[in-house]
């Protein structure tokens, strides 16, 4: 029964609105709105990825400065252990007047670049020995709180003074010092390491890995003792930040989000409170500056999703026009044509990506019309069918257009790598599974001959099994009925690993190997062209296994069959868990 032909007032028909011509301009429409929808996702996720970065960055950052901040400490905590047993052993009568000490504190001074002095007070605070020999201007520092410290808990051995300024040079200094004891057991006096504010500098100078990051020294009371590479705060207490009252309460080690109130702006803090001294190292990072890398590759893919949208909305347009009259759509594309002949390689990339556009955007525009037609006779099994096949070509479209992405970001050298330690056997058990049923359909074997008790690999685990997928694809895809495909895993002489798929099909010349590693190019074989592609498999996981500092062999015999093999260096190899 033909479908009815509804009027209403006013002329309007309904049935215009679904044209053929509409609904194919529509389907491009929906193409570009699924192409900026792919382009928000990706950049959201994107964004989480540079935040986790950061943070990791961050983390790094201040084991590294605390390390170099414990050897520091534990230096001079030696120094002064040594200089109090010497002290301890000789009378204090006697030992007061030896005039050659001053020059002994201060070679032990220069021995150590982050001193700026020594010195050794009585117990009664009046300076004795001083590495600087200033002890005729120095007054009685027996109200410093150190001292005080000292003299009255004799159970307080270490102790680390809130900084000072000295007037003159205008620098910063705070002091480590530690209580000398008489034969008795007696308060005897201080040694006191005085410590340059900026003693990380030089170190954080090779090491520092942004522009825009403060590595700041907090002692447990909250005051600000080194703060790098600014000396603002110095002397200052943030006692009452949310550092102390929110997050040194829950660990003593991790990285947070926090907001500076002064200036508005967002830094990522990590911080570590020291197992050995009544320390706590941060290191605070700024979030724009963590993201400089995610706004440039949001740019570029912005480029990119722009490009395709224009592209999708273009191809649905010339489809509608196609439907409307064959005549100009048949000098649409000798204009094309013409136009791509001018250059080679626009020719090269327009023909590949028009035709693997093309083919599933008309896949979807012939079932949507059929389904359109309203045609009773469809049975609901045709009809489930129908949108199956509009399902998979919408789901290759978005393939082809995540390739162009992916590799658009190693070419721009923005594609990040998320390591992480993982079963090369399990990743392969995984991939075999999804080509399992393209295999069955093609009557090839699949063939797994990698051990279950492989080295762990620490690498980018989804970037790995995209790699095996298209290899294997491809390998299907090239090899005849009755043919194999097999996948192996070993670990070479240099301890690096390898990843082979081999398959005994159709093979290559030399000539069709280097073809095949060129982008958007597919060898000229019957076979080859029983499947649509892009050509983008090869080079992009090329391009994948690069990034890892890995490398990519390609081996093929013609009429033989073809090996690629993709290794791991040594240094992504872990021992088998």
Same mark, same amino acid.
């Given at each position: 029964?033909?479908?009815?032909?509804?009027?209403?007032?006013?002329?309007?028909?309904?049935?215009?609105?679904?044209?053929?011509?509409?609904?194919?301009?529509?389907?491009?429409?929906?193409?570009?709105?699924?192409?900026?929808?792919?382009?928000?996702?990706?950049?959201?996720?994107?964004?989480?990825?540079?935040?986790?970065?950061?943070?990791?960055?961050?983390?790094?950052?201040?084991?590294?400065?605390?390390?170099?901040?414990?050897?520091? &400490? /534990?230096?001079? !905590?030696?120094?002064?252990? +040594?200089? #109090?047993?010497? =002290?301890?052993?000789?009378?204090? @009568?006697?030992?007061?007047?030896?005039?050659?000490?001053?020059?002994?504190?201060?070679?032990?001074?220069?021995?150590?670049?982050?001193?700026?002095?020594?010195?050794?007070?009585?117990?009664?605070?009046?300076?004795?020995?001083?590495?600087?020999?200033?002890?005729?201007?120095?007054?009685?520092?027996?109200?410093?709180?150190?001292?005080?410290?000292?003299?009255?808990?004799?159970?307080?051995?270490?102790?680390?003074?809130?900084?000072?300024?000295?007037?003159?040079?205008?620098?910063?200094?705070?002091?480590?010092?530690?209580? &000398? /004891?008489?034969? !008795?057991?007696?308060?005897? +006096?201080? #040694?006191?390491? =005085?410590?340059?504010?900026?003693? @990380?500098?030089?170190?954080?100078?090779?090491?520092?890995?942004?522009?825009?990051?403060?590595?700041?020294?907090?002692?447990?009371?909250?005051?600000?003792?080194?703060?790098?590479?600014?000396?603002?705060?110095?002397?200052?207490?943030?006692?009452?930040?949310?550092?102390?009252?929110?997050?040194?309460?829950?660990?003593?080690?991790?990285?947070?989000?926090?907001?500076?109130?002064?200036?508005?702006?967002?830094?990522?803090?990590?911080?570590?409170?020291?197992?050995?001294?009544?320390?706590?190292?941060?290191?605070?990072?700024? &979030?724009?500056?963590?993201?400089?890398?995610?706004?440039?590759? #949001?740019?570029?893919?912005?480029?990119?999703?722009?490009?395709?949208?224009?592209?999708?909305?273009?191809?649905?347009?010339?489809?509608?026009?196609?439907?409307?009259?064959?005549?100009?759509?048949?000098?649409?594309?000798?204009?094309?044509?013409?136009?791509?002949?001018?250059?080679?390689?626009?020719?090269?990339?327009?023909?590949?990506?028009?035709?693997?556009?093309?083919?599933?955007?008309?896949?979807?525009?012939?079932?949507?019309?059929?389904?359109?037609?309203?045609?009773?006779?469809?049975?609901?099994?045709?009809?489930?069918?129908?949108?199956?096949?509009?399902?998979?070509?919408?789901?290759?479209?978005?393939?082809?257009?995540?390739?162009?992405?992916?590799?658009?970001?190693?070419?721009?050298?923005?594609?990040?790598?998320?390591?992480?330690?993982?079963?090369?056997?399990?990743?392969?058990?995984?991939?075999?599974?999804?080509?399992?049923?393209?295999?069955?359909?093609?009557?090839?074997?699949?063939?797994?001959?990698?051990?279950?008790?492989?080295?762990?690999?620490?690498?980018?685990?989804?970037?790995?099994?995209?790699?095996?997928?298209?290899?294997?694809?491809?390998?299907?895809?090239?090899?005849?009925?009755?043919?194999?495909?097999?996948?192996?895993?070993?670990?070479?002489?240099?301890?690096?690993?390898?990843?082979?798929?081999?398959?005994?099909?159709?093979?290559?010349?030399?000539?069709?190997?280097?073809?095949?590693?060129?982008?958007?190019?597919?060898?000229?074989?019957?076979?080859?062209?029983?499947?649509?592609?892009?050509?983008?498999?090869?080079?992009?996981?090329?391009?994948?296994?690069?990034?890892?500092?890995?490398?990519?062999?390609?081996?093929?015999?013609?009429?033989?069959?073809?090996?690629?093999?993709?290794?791991?260096?040594?240094?992504?190899?872990?021992?088998?868990?």
């Amino acid at each position: 029964m033909p479908p009815r032909q509804i009027e209403t007032k006013g002329g309007f028909n309904p049935a215009l609105l679904f044209s053929p011509d509409r609904t194919v301009s529509m389907v491009g429409y929906i193409v570009a709105v699924a192409i900026l929808l792919l382009f928000f996702f990706s950049s959201w996720s994107d964004y989480q990825q540079a935040i986790k970065m950061a943070f990791s960055r961050t983390t790094n950052d201040i084991r590294v400065f605390e390390e170099y901040t414990l050897r520091t &400490l /534990n230096a001079i !905590d030696i120094l002064l252990l +040594g200089e #109090i047993d010497r =002290i301890e052993e000789q009378p204090e @009568a006697a030992f007061s007047i030896n005039n050659s000490y001053d020059l002994r504190l201060a070679k032990l001074a220069e021995s150590a670049p982050a001193l700026w002095g020594i010195i050794v007070l009585d117990k009664d605070g009046n300076l004795m020995f001083d590495s600087k020999n200033d002890k005729g201007t120095s007054p009685g520092l027996s109200n410093r709180d150190f001292f005080k410290a000292h003299k009255t808990d004799q159970s307080l051995q270490f102790h680390i003074s809130s900084p000072f300024i000295d007037r003159l040079t205008g620098e910063w200094f705070f002091g480590i010092s530690q209580r &000398l /004891n008489s034969s !008795d057991g007696e308060f005897r +006096g201080v #040694i006191m390491a =005085i410590v340059h504010a900026n003693f @990380a500098e030089p170190f954080l100078e090779d090491f520092r890995s942004c522009t825009d990051c403060s590595y700041t020294l907090i002692s447990d009371n909250g005051t600000i003792l080194a703060n790098e590479p600014s000396e603002s705060g110095l002397g200052s207490n943030v006692f009452q930040s949310s550092l102390f009252t929110s997050h040194l309460s829950l660990s003593t080690s991790g990285v947070y989000e926090t907001t500076d109130t002064s200036e508005g702006e967002t830094h990522i803090l990590a911080y570590s409170r020291s197992k050995d001294y009544p320390l706590i190292a941060t290191v605070s990072r700024s &979030l724009d500056e963590a993201l400089i890398e995610w706004r440039q590759q #949001i740019n570029h893919r912005l480029i990119i999703s722009i490009l395709g949208v224009l592209l999708s909305i273009g191809l649905g347009q010339a489809s509608a026009k196609q439907i409307r009259s064959q005549k100009r759509a048949v000098e649409q594309a000798a204009a094309r044509e013409a136009a791509e002949i001018s250059n080679a390689s626009k020719t090269e990339f327009l023909a590949n990506m028009s035709h693997e556009l093309r083919t599933p955007l008309n896949s979807i525009i012939g079932f949507a019309e059929i389904l359109q037609s309203a045609d009773s006779t469809i049975s609901q099994e045709k009809r489930l069918d129908y949108y199956e096949s509009i399902r998979g070509s919408g789901e290759d479209l978005l393939h082809i257009i995540n390739d162009i992405l992916d590799l658009s970001k190693i070419d721009a050298d923005r594609m990040p790598v998320i390591e992480s330690p993982f079963h090369i056997d399990q990743v392969a058990s995984s991939s075999l599974k999804l080509v399992a049923q393209k295999a069955l359909t093609g009557e090839i074997a699949l063939v797994n001959k990698i051990r279950e008790d492989m080295p762990l690999l620490n690498a980018d685990e989804r970037k790995t099994k995209q790699m095996l997928l298209n290899l294997l694809s491809n390998a299907i895809k090239f090899t005849p009925k009755g043919g194999t495909v097999t996948v192996s895993a070993a670990v070479d002489s240099r301890g690096g690993l390898t990843l082979a798929v081999t398959d005994n099909g159709i093979g290559m010349s030399e000539e069709e190997a280097t073809q095949a590693l060129g982008k958007f190019r597919q060898i000229d074989s019957s076979l080859a062209r029983e499947h649509a592609g892009t050509g983008l498999g090869l080079p992009l996981v090329k391009g994948l296994i690069e990034l890892h500092g890995g490398s990519f062999t390609l081996k093929s015999v013609k009429d033989e069959g073809t090996e690629v093999v993709l290794r791991f260096p040594k240094k992504r190899v872990l021992a088998a868990a």
